[in-house]
């Protein structure tokens, strides 16, 4: 069975520097990735995903994702974090359209002005 | 704009009640997913199904049930409610034929035992 490792519970960052939320994911043929994240009080949205094709992935918002097979890892990444990015961050993955997603336990995320 | 809707989105009730937690979304996903989330844990996968009238358990053993007489209601009844229940539920929808499970979820329904 697939498993999801976020190597960090608690990432605190001051305003305007950059983060690495980390995400490892146990191995398997072939896989599909995703980042969501939880603001308080709410569910989890989508923040982007990594299907096949290019192994940099990004979102709307600034975050940037890379899918690394040979380290079966997908990193979470954004070079200047806002007071606003203040959330929980869960990783994802499954090995098949017909599988459900399998998450990691979460990182929060901490941005101090 | 949320298109998947949970209800009630807070409840404190006493040991023993049953307890119906809601579910629609208005999408017309086949898929449908009950996740159980607790502080610093991994969100668990209690109960999904993948059409009308088929229902699987996840890999959280559960003392829930969860039916699906409509595309669009997926509700979770737990029989008599123990202080162990006490947790957020999320319920999720994908689409069929995506390629990939990418999941809409609801707010979340946090119920509280005594």
């Known amino acids: 069975a697939q498993s999801v490792t976020q190597l960090d519970s608690q990432v605190p960052v001051f305003e305007e520097a950059p983060v690495e939320l980390r995400c490892n994911y146990s191995?398997?043929?072939?896989?599909?990735l995703f980042w969501y994240v939880q603001y308080p009080n709410q569910g989890l949205q989508l923040l982007l995903k990594?299907?096949?094709?290019?192994?940099l992935v990004e979102s709307i918002n600034g975050f940037e994702a890379e899918f690394n097979k040979s380290q079966t890892s997908f990193h979470l990444r954004k070079p200047s974090v806002h007071i606003s990015d203040t959330a929980e961050y869960f990783c994802a993955v499954s090995s098949s359209g017909n599988t459900p997603l399998v998450f990691g336990k979460g990182t929060r995320l901490s941005v101090i002005a | 704009e949320a298109d998947i809707y949970q209800t009630p989105r807070y409840l404190v009730i006493g040991t023993g009640k049953k307890i119906t937690l809601e579910c629609s979304q208005t999408m017309g996903h086949d898929k449908m997913y009950w996740y159980q989330q607790d502080p610093g844990m991994e969100l668990h996968l209690i109960h999904y199904?993948?059409?009308?009238?088929?229902?699987e358990k996840g890999d959280l053993s559960s003392e829930s049930t969860v039916s699906r007489i409509r595309t669009e209601h997926f509700p979770l009844t737990l029989e008599s409610a123990r202080p162990s229940h006490t947790s957020q539920y999320l319920c999720?929808?994908?689409?069929?034929?995506?390629?990939?499970?990418?999941?809409?979820f609801g707010a979340g329904s946090r119920l509280t035992v005594l």
């Open positions: 999720a929808s994908s689409e069929e034929g995506t390629g990939a499970n990418v999941l809409t």
């Open positions: 199904s993948y059409g009308v009238n088929s229902t």
């Open positions: 191995s398997s043929v072939s896989v599909y």
């Open positions: 990594y299907l096949s094709g290019s192994t």
